[in-house]
């Protein structure tokens, strides 16, 4: 078809004589299926065998069948070993043998497979709770420059005015946004069992912008030495959303970045 125009049937035409495989699975879903698959481990159980170990893995597709080759990282205590799963129903369980114990199955682990990332799979940024219009803000300054300074970058962050709550008021809220001063926020973190200021907030910089997801809710936490430190961050901090940190000094980001992704796994026992 050089120089003509070729249709999508040519293309197939073309790969199925050069490959001698059927092909309308494969050009069917990826040209007329809408959205992405939805790919994940419901279950993993290893039990004792002649050989060794046999482990079943039971994946699920969330409404749909795509023919897939699914990839399946086998941990055991020094190696890891990757098999590919043909799958192609919304539920199918696979086993396999192991003379090594497997101790652990992640699925798709370089993420190289066409699929929609589970929530926990991504890594939080500071733009899920721009377009989450459920985002309840917990201010910690209660009065004074801090609370007038907190309450402005708020609206700034979100694009509206923000809806002011304690944690109290947020039981159905998926994300949440914090502002405080340092010691106001470490204090806040550990009262609410989440997880300490990270490292990387801990050095150099004036603020602190990171987001992290606890029990299928995200926050994004905003830590300042002062109220001027807060107010340098009105008109920077908004366009930083697909950063998951952000280290400023004043109005200046010193660092930033997004955390690693999460490998969907489950540990066998």
Do not use: C
């Amino acid at each position: 078809n050089k120089f003509r125009v070729a249709s999508w049937s040519d293309l197939q035409n073309a790969f199925e004589t050069e490959s001698g495989k059927k092909l309308q699975t494969f050009f069917e879903q990826w040209l007329t299926y809408t959205g992405a698959p939805s790919v994940r481990i419901a279950k993993a159980v290893r039990t004792h065998s002649v050989s060794g170990y046999h482990v079943t893995v039971t994946l699920e597709q969330e409404g749909s069948s795509y023919s897939l080759r699914v990839p399946i990282a086998v941990h055991d205590e020094e190696d890891v070993k990757i098999k590919i799963f043909n799958m192609d129903k919304e539920s199918q369980t696979f086993s396999f043998e192991s003379r090594a114990k497997p101790i652990k199955v992640t699925l798709d682990p370089d993420f190289r497979l066409f699929r929609r990332l589970a929530p926990d799979e991504s890594p939080p940024i500071l733009r899920q709770i721009m377009v989450d219009h459920s985002t309840e803000t917990i201010l910690l300054s209660e009065k004074g420059d801090a609370r007038d300074v907190s309450q402005e970058l708020a609206g700034k962050l979100l694009h509206r005015t923000p809806k002011i709550a304690s944690l109290a008021d947020t039981g159905k809220v998926t994300s949440i946004l914090v502002i405080g001063l340092q010691d106001q926020v470490n204090k806040w973190l550990d009262l609410n069992k989440l997880p300490p200021r990270p490292l990387n907030m801990r050095r150099d910089g004036t603020a602190y912008a990171w987001a992290i997801r606890q029990d299928g809710v995200t926050f994004v936490v905003v830590s300042a030495k002062d109220a001027p430190s807060l107010q340098s961050l009105v008109r920077p901090l908004p366009h930083y959303g697909r950063q998951s940190y952000i280290v400023f000094d004043g109005a200046k980001a010193i660092e930033r970045g997004t955390w690693p992704a999460r490998v969907q796994g489950i540990t066998l026992d």
